[in-house]
């Protein structure tokens, strides 16, 4: 028989069940410790589907109830947050890992090569998260003879694509076509192989990145030569030089090596690394890994596999490959820089009409797919001088001037009209570049915020008119209320007159400064000034200290 102990009992269960009653159930001690968001599968509860147990929630008077998406989606923001809290994850016995990698390779069709391509692609998108490619460039991988190693040598392949430069330990390579194509992968890139006894001395002097890619989660026993001396070197290393400011960061896959797969570093001779990423979910002895950084790979696990191990993972961001699992290390922001590499950027070389030099550039942001390149910093002031600054985008450019839209009553505007000069500032963080306008605004005419107005999807063409920027309001659901009843009010599809008290800016360049990231802080910076030649106005180009 169904009781309420056994639907609270199974609240470790990945599925996520939100219930709601009609009418309210009176609080008891029994309820009062659990939230409305329950998790538990329909199939620990010995219904056959979701829908069954759907239709039994119905029948018992709940309102309704959803499932979520197990490992592989997204989920709610404090559902999401309460999943990368170490202490509330799934941790997998090595038995258990075992058996998923045979359901995965077996009944679920996958290939240990595209497991490995996605485990690799994991540990090199962790590592360029953390440390990027400008400040730790050199990255040795040691690679043992099993599944860990190829997933070094696909790790190594990435971050080489990446814009690191790896180098291989390889020293028992493994004689089957899969680890040969990958050593030929690596091989055609340039990527040196180094031999265990041709490692330099001091390892610090030449590497600011090792990747402990040695044994996994299958492995048994005491590591054998030439991998025991390496483990000693990499725990040596970590010992003799306690700054962590003068060695490599170490980072190990999904075991660190000299660890037991469940009870971690027994002994203390392991590796302690800096980083670990556990790949398909974190093995028992990641629980005693205390370092700043551990990250969940591996993006393939389906929601069969969540359901049946009863595996609480934190949902991906995104498309990304990792997942931070814990919070982040505390920050130094005084310690925080980026030691900019770019292309020189000389004055022989750029156009000589700065709209077309902004537009070289712009292009050039969205090949790289810079995420909304057209997003700006539009800072405003007023009568008396006060500043403010917010982020706006962008939504044309000409010999005429830069455009954006906005409501007519917003803070900005009332500035604009008090005080019509502005600037605009676009910063393309991939590129390391920014471009800085300033000029005098104006509204665009009637004519042109119609035509923009009616060619934004009708959604935000009501938002306009039911929000009054800047205003006060009272509450959100004030908004969402006037919404509502536009959108009833439109729903025949009908024109959406444009209000009167929304439209566009033209901005008109006065002056442009062109802005590269280099190295040292010596940036280059370009400014274009107006000037009269013959009668006629020109652009005049010159360079800005850094």
Not at 23 to 38: C, D, E, G, H, K
Not at 233 to 239: D, E, N, S
Not at 487 to 503: L, N, T
Request: include cysteine; proline fraction near 8%; charge should be neutral.
């Amino acid at each position: 028989m169904f009781s309420w102990r056994s639907l609270l009992n199974a609240s470790r269960r990945m599925s996520c069940l939100v219930l709601s009653f009609s009418p309210p159930l009176p609080a008891t001690p029994a309820l009062s410790q659990y939230s409305s968001v329950l998790p538990l599968s329909p199939s620990q509860l010995g219904f056959a589907s979701a829908s069954n147990f759907g239709s039994w929630v119905r029948s018992r008077g709940f309102c309704h109830w959803s499932s979520g998406v197990g490992a592989m989606g997204d989920r709610g923001a404090a559902t999401s947050e309460h999943l990368k809290d170490p202490d509330r994850i799934s941790y997998l016995s090595q038995k258990d890992a075992a058996e998923i990698d045979e359901i995965l390779m077996g009944p679920l069709g996958f290939s240990v090569d595209q497991l490995m391509e996605l485990a690799g692609l994991s540990v090199a998108s962790a590592i360029a998260e953390v440390y990027r490619p400008s400040e730790y460039s050199c990255v040795l991988v040691i690679c043992g003879p099993g599944n860990n190693g190829g997933d070094g040598l696909v790790a190594a392949r990435h971050l080489y694509h990446f814009g690191y430069k790896p180098f291989i330990c390889y020293p028992k390579r493994t004689n089957k076509p899969l680890y040969s194509g990958l050593v030929t992968q690596l091989e055609s890139l340039s990527i040196p192989f180094l031999l265990a006894e041709d490692l330099p001395s001091n390892l610090s002097n030449d590497f600011d990145i090792i990747i402990d890619a040695m044994f996994g989660f299958s492995f048994h026993g005491t590591p054998r030569p030439p991998f025991d001396a390496l483990i000693q070197r990499l725990v040596a290393l970590q010992i003799s030089e306690n700054n962590y400011e003068g060695r490599p960061v170490i980072a190990s896959v999904d075991i660190p090596s000299g660890w037991h797969v469940e009870d971690g570093n027994i002994d203390g001779t392991g590796i302690k690394p800096d980083m670990l990423v556990s790949l398909t979910a974190p093995k028992l002895c990641a629980k005693k890994f205390c370092g700043p950084h551990h990250f969940l790979g591996g993006r393939f696990i389906p929601p069969s596999i969540a359901d049946k191990y009863i595996l609480q993972l934190p949902p991906y961001p995104g498309t990304s490959m990792c997942v931070r699992i814990g919070k982040p290390p505390a920050i130094d922001i005084a310690a925080l820089r980026e030691n900019y590499i770019s292309p020189e950027f000389l004055e022989g070389e750029v156009k000589g009409d700065p709209v077309r030099q902004f537009a070289k550039w712009f292009e050039d942001a969205v090949a790289a797919n810079v995420h909304e390149p057209n997003a700006m910093a539009l800072s405003t002031a007023n009568k008396s001088g006060k500043p403010s600054s917010r982020m706006v985008l962008l939504k044309g450019f000409d010999d005429h001037g830069f455009v954006w839209y906005t409501n007519y009553r917003s803070r900005k505007s009332r500035e604009l009209f008090e005080n019509p000069q502005a600037s605009l500032l676009f910063f393309w963080e991939p590129l390391n570049r920014q471009v800085r306008v300033e000029g005098t605004v104006e509204k665009v005419s009637d004519e042109e915020s119609d035509k923009y107005f009616h060619s934004r999807p009708r959604g935000s063409q009501i938002g306009a008119m039911v929000s009054e920027q800047s205003s006060i309001i009272p509450r959100r659901d004030v908004l969402h209320q006037a919404y509502k009843e536009l959108e009833i009010k439109f729903a025949d599809g009908s024109v959406i007159p444009r209000p009167k008290h929304w439209g566009g800016f033209r901005l008109k360049p006065t002056s442009f400064e062109f802005w590269q990231g280099q190295t040292s802080r010596l940036h280059d910076r370009l400014l274009y000034s107006p000037v009269e030649v013959d009668g006629k106005r020109v652009w005049r180009v010159d360079r800005l200290a850094p």
